[in-house]
């Protein structure tokens, strides 16, 4: 028999595995925590560059290189960079990876943490990353904007005007916003012609265009409770057409009385004046908003819906036929404001960035060059029945589609008058905007109190230090 | 000790453990770390900022709504839930006729097997059903209730109404969880010894008296647990939630913790804040554990254990 004092009981078993398991992950703490990944050179770093570089290959490309890529897989899919990734490899000689996501910030966000996040991402859709917190990890791509595309042409002078804007920061362009998205007022031309109806150029012309309606037992507008914030893009791209530049940077720069502009205020009243007749379809805030979308598209109980040219894609299966979908500009308060009415909020949107902890770059810049080529944009316009940011890539018949000819027609009408916006998207305040609108829409609070909610948004973020702050100009 | 005996205790106790410590201490450990810094989540640097964090949140309106909503949910839900699936239960085992045996309604196993369905199906599901059923223009609810003639709720959006929108997405959640805690409580009480409910039969009690002084006290432990799990649901409720109200509802009345959490580390890259949610939510949710505990141990009377 052994003694029985010699034997470890349970307790002090437990006792020391417990020190151990704590000073075991204590230690790998040290050397392995998430936020660790130290800055050891990784040696022979591959840059998917290194040959010479000429106009025909801007990037230098060795024969073979290789390079991986994380793209959302939304509403376009990911076959348009398969296309681009393919004529990369036929000319280069190596691979090109295409990997789809829907959860881009949660996927990669530990990549970047560790440092190894994949060559190009196309950052888009509902969990995309708030690009401000990674500014400084991301390489300029205004060298892929200056290099000749496949055409031989500099890509600079073959894109739409202003799709620059949204994706530069601090004067870094760390984003190319590849699809060519306009915001406007969405109608049914078909029911128009019917009766005699034409789209409003002012809110006081939209307030009577609600009264007629009413008449037929229909309403101006809908809206669905997670699309609200659709008014507020409807209410600030007016505001900026009335007011002008000025506008655009109190509300980018998240100025302490922005909300209070005499034309926000013009555009906010013009709807409330709307809304407080009945013009505004009730109950939107209990409906999602594709149902909401429905009942304008399909079932027609709405004339007009503010939204981006996504639109038609959208709801193409829930859309009456013969509905002609078209676009009309975004109202202005007085019909004499700034900017002419034809002036139009439009941006680029599915922003690709190339992180510069990636291992091949270049490999990835090459590959948005060859996206950017004719070919490529024109096989996404005619696939995807949507244009790109390379102008001339959609035929006057738009495939077919009103939505897309008068997509076109407002970009040609607005000419060099081309605005966007970015702050929302920027400070990630959808979410919290989206509160007050609802409010709004539902006719719970007035125009003085929206614009208090608005403001007291702004505010939180201009006040809050950890948040990084862009300076529009 | 014998080598057989050693590696017996590494097995069952040292794996397990290491386990315990590295997947789940060591990541509290580290989310409260992360609390106290202002990390954005995407790179390796981050200043350390003390209770900076703790300070933002208690400051922080719309946090503090959702703390509100949850204590209100983890107030409602388990009471309701529980009340219910322990009437049920009681229906389904005691309920019965009045003579003879003691038993449950005929049919009792159609009755049990029906009421467990809705915890058979997907919780994400569940939410997304009953958004439909409660939509302001094609819902079934206000269908129904404007083809009786209350044509107040033509478009009346359940959903979207500061006043509605909880009670709504309560009743939701109690729907999708008395069944199971209904079947939990008839298997407690199939446990009782027959005799007890014979013998109070026979000194005259009815079917109201027996559950007070014979099933409640009986089934104490399963109610105890139940509720721990139930408020724990409660302090949590994201799925539900997200798929009724993915914007946390009219003014913020259904916001919870997690949807703020979610919203703030993924959306707004302010990691080190949703860390400090997380801490926040953590310790809430031992709190109302510990709360029920004493509860239940205050109210024990005169049972000795």
């Known amino acids: 028999m052994t003694d029985s004092r010699s034997m ?466 | 000790m014998r080598p057989g005996r050693v590696g017996f205790l590494l097995v069952t106790l040292g794996l397990p453990l290491a386990f315990y410590l590295g997947l789940v201490v060591w990541p509290f450990i580290q989310a409260f770390g992360y609390s106290l810094t202002n990390w954005t989540g995407f790179s390796g640097n981050f200043d350390v900022i003390g209770l900076d964090n703790y300070v933002t949140l208690w400051n922080d309106e719309v946090f503090r709504r959702a703390v509100i909503n949850n204590i209100l949910l983890v107030t409602v839900v388990p009471l309701v839930t529980i009340t219910l699936a322990l009437a049920l239960a009681t229906m389904l085992t005691v309920g019965g006729a009045s003579s003879g045996a003691v038993r449950g309604l005929s049919r009792s196993s159609f009755y049990r097997v029906v009421s467990f369905f809705p915890y058979t199906i997907p919780a994400i599901v569940i939410g997304l059903i009953w958004a439909q059923n409660f939509d302001p223009s094609n819902g079934l609810i206000n269908g129904a209730l404007t083809s009786i003639g209350l044509s107040g709720f033509e478009s009346y959006p359940w959903l979207g109404d500061a006043r509605t929108a909880m009670p709504v997405s309560m009743f939701v959640i109690i729907w999708a969880f008395v069944g199971f805690y209904m079947v939990l409580f008839v298997a407690a009480i199939k446990g009782i010894p027959a005799e007890l409910y014979d013998a109070a039969r026979v000194d005259g009690a009815g079917r109201i008296r027996m559950t007070f002084t014979i099933t409640v006290p009986m089934i104490r432990d399963n109610v105890q647990t139940a509720y721990i799990y139930l408020g724990i649901f409660a302090l949590d409720a994201f799925v539900y939630m997200q798929a009724l109200n993915p914007g946390g509802g009219p003014q913020n009345s259904t916001l919870v913790m997690p949807q703020v959490l979610y919203e703030t580390a993924f959306r707004k890259n302010q990691f080190g804040l949703a860390s400090a949610m997380g801490v926040v939510l953590a310790l809430l949710t031992l709190f109302f554990a510990v709360l029920v505990i004493l509860a239940f141990r205050l109210t024990r009377g005169k049972d000795p254990r």
């Open chain 1, 8 to 473: 470890p009981n349970r307790r002090n078993v437990l006792r020391l595995a417990f020190a151990a398991g704590v000073g075991l992950s204590a230690s790998s703490a040290l050397t392995s925590c998430a936020t660790s990944g130290g800055d050891e050179d990784t040696g022979g770093k591959a840059t998917g560059g290194g040959a010479k570089a000429d106009a025909k290959n801007p990037f230098g490309i060795k024969d073979g290189a290789t390079g991986t890529s994380v793209i959302f897989n939304g509403g376009w899919g990911i076959d348009y960079v398969t296309f681009a990734a393919k004529m990369f490899e036929k000319t280069h000689g190596g691979k090109f990876e295409v990997k789809p996501s829907t959860q881009i910030s949660q996927q990669l966000q530990p990549r970047f943490v560790g440092k190894n996040p994949p060559d190009l991402i196309d950052n888009s859709g509902a969990n995309k990353i708030g690009l401000n917190a990674i500014v400084d990890q991301l390489e300029d791509l205004n060298d892929v904007l200056d290099a000749n595309n496949l055409e031989g042409k500099p890509i600079k002078d073959t894109l739409y005007p202003g799709a620059k804007s949204p994706g530069t920061i601090d004067g870094k362009l760390i984003a190319i916003n590849y699809v060519q998205t306009v915001f406007a007022i969405w109608y049914s031309a078909s029911l128009f012609q019917e009766n005699d109806w034409t789209p409003p150029k002012t809110w006081d012309e939209a307030y009577e265009l609600g009264g007629k309606a009413k008449s037929k037992g229909k309403f101006l507008f809908l809206w669905g409770k997670e699309a609200a914030t659709y008014y507020q893009t409807l209410v600030i791209g007016s505001a900026i057409k009335e007011g002008g530049d000025d506008v655009r940077l109190a509300l980018e720069n998240l100025d302490k009385d922005g909300w209070s502009h005499p034309a926000v205020q013009g555009a906010i009243k013009g709807l409330e004046k709307i809304i407080k007749a009945g013009y505004m379809k009730p109950g939107g805030a209990g409906t999602q908003f594709t149902q909401a979308q429905a009942q304008w598209s399909r079932s027609q109980e709405a004339l007009l819906y503010p939204s981006g040219s996504w639109i038609e894609n959208e709801m193409k299966k829930q859309t009456k036929s013969g509905f002609k979908m078209t676009g009309a500009p975004e109202m202005t308060e007085t019909g004499s404001s700034k900017m002419p009415l034809t002036a139009l909020h439009a941006a680029a949107d599915e922003a690709f960035i190339v992180p510069s902890d990636g291992k091949n770059p270049a490999s990835a810049k090459e590959v948005l060059r060859i996206m950017l080529s004719k070919e490529a944009a024109a096989n996404f316009a005619k696939t995807k029945l949507t244009p790109t940011i390379v102008k001339d890539t959609v035929p006057t018949d738009g495939f077919g589609s009103t939505a897309l000819q008068s997509q076109t027609k407002l970009l040609e009408d607005a000419g060099k008058d081309v605005f966007t916006f970015n702050f929302v998207n920027l400070y990630g305040t959808n979410q919290d905007q989206l509160v007050p609108w609802n409010s709004f829409l539902s006719g719970k609070i007035d125009a003085a109190g929206l614009t208090k909610s608005l403001q007291a948004i702004s505010d939180k973020v201009r006040n809050d230090s950890s948040v990084k702050k862009a300076k529009v100009t």
